[in-house]
């Protein structure tokens, strides 16, 4: 155990791109004022029902303080410092997220390399991922402390049985968005997260508080999210943004790959209506969405 933790620990700090700080200034930002504090567990059954059924996908290694977004934030900070930017080089977009990193101790991590064995096969020592695709949701909840409490949680409620079934490690995502559009990075974006059966060794998640009906997503989710692509296509070589919904007819796809056979979830989240407008906001990015068939495969 110790030599495992050791190891996903080196793997995950050799990366240049995942310096050891400590969390931006998202840490300390205060929950959003207007969820209702009474519907905090009702709301976090929702978001974890959704998310468990998901699909059991898994966590990122490493240990320690996640990595800040300091790293991807040079160019806009350092420029007002000296003013002495290359003249060449245009800076990389600022993070637009704040932090509010959920748990993932050395349990979770451990829990993580377990499932990536089961379902991606090999041997993975950790819990990296090299994201080509970003997979849109919604929590199917209203409630984002809620939801982030649900994810918090390392292991996998024993009540999703279908899910408990396929791993321990509890559902999550790299990225949720509440409903006035604040973007909360819940973990570095290249650490596996369990949120989209098949992919989620390549896949960065964007969880959206709402669901689609009582709380549907709001055109500052819309924009959030457009905003998060973008930002997240200039900073790795991202191919596709999908939605959940559409995930189901990328099977086909080389991205895909799941070891389980007859594993599989279909679900309806965020909706076709949702992704129409976020990639009307990002059609300049040329991002590839599901073939043609996207929603009629079983
Ligand atoms: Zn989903």
Not at 32 to 38: L, N
Not at 140 to 143: M, Y
Not at 186 to 190: F, G, K, Y
Not at 210 to 214: C, L, T
């Given at each position: 155990m110790a030599v495992l933790a050791t190891s996903l620990t080196l793997a995950a700090c050799s990366?240049?791109?995942?310096?050891?700080?400590?969390?931006?200034?998202?840490?300390s930002r205060a929950p959003?004022?207007?969820?209702?504090?009474?519907e905090g567990a009702e709301a976090a059954a929702e978001a974890a029902q959704e998310a468990a059924e998901e699909d059991p996908t898994a966590a990122p290694a490493a240990s320690?303080?996640?990595?800040?977004?300091s790293e991807t934030a040079d160019g806009s900070e350092g420029d007002n410092a000296?003013?002495?930017?290359?003249?060449?080089a245009p800076a990389p977009p600022a993070p637009p997220y704040v932090d509010r990193l959920i748990n993932y101790d050395d349990a979770r991590r451990a829990l993580t390399v377990e499932y990536r064995r089961l379902?991606?096969?090999?041997?993975?020592?950790?819990?990296?991922i090299e994201p080509r695709l970003v997979v849109l949701h919604h929590t199917?909840?209203?409630?984002v402390d809620a939801a982030w409490r649900y994810f918090n949680r390392p292991k996998i409620e024993s009540g999703r049985k279908t899910l408990a079934k396929a791993g321990d490690v509890n559902v999550g995502a790299q990225f949720l968005v509440d409903r006035d559009g604040t973007i909360f990075r819940?973990?570095?974006?290249?650490w596996h997260a369990r949120h989209c059966v098949g992919f989620n060794h390549l896949a960065i998640g964007v969880e959206n508080v709402?669901?689609?009906?009582?709380h549907p997503l709001t055109d500052a989710q819309v924009e959030a999210n457009a905003t998060l692509v973008r930002y997240l296509a200039a900073t790795y070589p991202i191919t596709h943004v999908i939605g959940h919904n559409e995930a189901?007819?990328?099977?086909?796809?080389?991205?895909f790959h799941e070891e389980?056979?007859?594993y599989r979830t279909r679900k309806g989240d965020p909706g076709p209506a949702f992704m129409t407008a976020v990639r009307a906001r990002i059609q300049d990015l040329e991002l590839a969405g599901p073939p043609e068939t996207a929603g009629k495969r079983p």
């Open positions: 990366r240049p791109n995942e310096p050891p700080g400590a969390a931006n200034d998202g840490s959003s004022a207007d969820q209702p504090p009474g320690g303080a996640p990595a800040g977004s000296e003013g002495s930017a290359d003249a060449g379902h991606e096969g090999g041997d993975p020592q950790d819990v990296l199917g909840g209203s409630s819940l973990m570095p974006e290249n709402g669901d689609g009906k009582e189901n007819s990328m099977r086909e796809h080389p991205y389980v056979a007859g």
